[in-house]
């Protein structure tokens, strides 16, 4: 299984050669085996990258984000086909009903928020117990709207009521960076099993490319708060505060009571949703657990 995630921030010419993944930049050149890389990502617009090299990315499933000029997160390559039996798995996807989605949705909220409760609770903020409470609230399908409730609360509590998540700051461009590589990271577990980012549970935007990451993503969301509030942030987000950010990935949750990388815990959790909405069976979904 892929487990690398590689971050090139510097001007750079990158290729393929005998199953490596070469780097040359001015001062040096980087070998990196092809089948460890998870996710890449493409920091810098000066550099340039082979034809060849993005066909190998893909057809290993690797994810790979691009940034813009000014190293935010712009695109991303995701093969088109992920699994043999991909039209099967579409069809499939196309047939999920409406009952079966507002369950596995109103699973994924509670979740959601679940952990922001518990991240205030780490931190000794006293509002998660008010944040736990809209977790037995809701209902199929959030009918009722306790995701909203609960995240104004949470970022309110853990942020002070004069931060917005709307602002243009550096806790605001933090957060973004983190999603986007989490998103990246849960399309490819998607894309990887067969399915199409574009038909989601919840989100249904005809101009979202990725609506069913979208609404994986939500539980996740937690760990890249807590991960951007733990860096010494400055007045803008730095390369250096990225690849930090990027890191997260790697670093440890608690899956079925067992430690491993926020990496492998998606892609368990994703199979997992994935098999619940086939099959309609809930009690199968897996979630992660803090390592604290």
């Known amino acids: 299984m892929s487990w690398r995630v590689v971050v090139i921030s510097s001007r750079a010419k990158i290729e393929l050669k ?5 780097v040359r930049t001015v001062d040096e050149t980087r070998r990196i085996l092809i089948d460890d890389i998870s ?33 935010n997160p ?32 109103g699973e994924i909220v509670k979740e959601k928020i679940r952990k922001q409760a518990e991240c205030l609770a780490h931190y000794g903020i006293p509002e998660s117990e008010k944040v736990l ?5 809701v209902q199929p399908g959030d009918s009722t709207n306790r995701e909203g ?19 243009e700051n550096t806790i ?7 999603y986007a590589i989490l998103l990246t990271a849960i ?24 609506n069913l990451g979208s609404d994986f993503i939500e539980p996740f969301r937690p760990l890249v708060d807590m991960k951007v509030l733990s860096l010494p942030l400055e007045e803008r987000l730095t390369p250096e505060l990225k690849i930090l950010i990027v890191n997260l990935l790697n670093e440890q949750v ?13 892609s368990i959790y994703v199979r997992a949703l994935l098999a619940a909405l086939d099959t309609g069976i809930t009690e199968g979904i897996i979630f992660y657990s803090y390592g604290f």
């Open 74 to 105: 712009g695109a991303q390559l995701l093969p088109c086909y992920g699994s043999y039996d991909s039209s099967s798995r579409i069809m499939s996807q196309i047939g999920w009903s409406k009952d079966i989605k507002d369950r596995i949705w």
């Open 149 to 167: 409730h609960a995240a104004k609360v949470y970022f309110n509590a853990l942020l002070g009521h004069s931060f917005s998540r709307a602002d």
């Open 18 to 22: 005998l199953g490596y993944l070469v």
């Open 187 to 210: 399309c490819r577990e998607i894309i990887a099993a067969g399915y199409l980012t574009q038909i989601g549970v919840n989100h249904r935007n005809p101009y979202n490319q990725f």
């Open 172 to 178: 605001n461009a933090g957060f973004n960076y983190g």
């Open 39 to 71: 996710v890449l990502v493409i920091e810098n617009t000066g550099c340039s990258i082979t034809g060849s090299l993005l066909e190998a990315l893909w057809k290993k499933k690797t994810a790979v984000l691009f940034c813009d000029s000014g190293h």
């Open 133 to 137: 409470s809209y977790a037995s609230d």
């Open 254 to 266: 608690i899956v079925r009571g067992q430690h491993t990388t926020v990496l492998n815990a998606i």
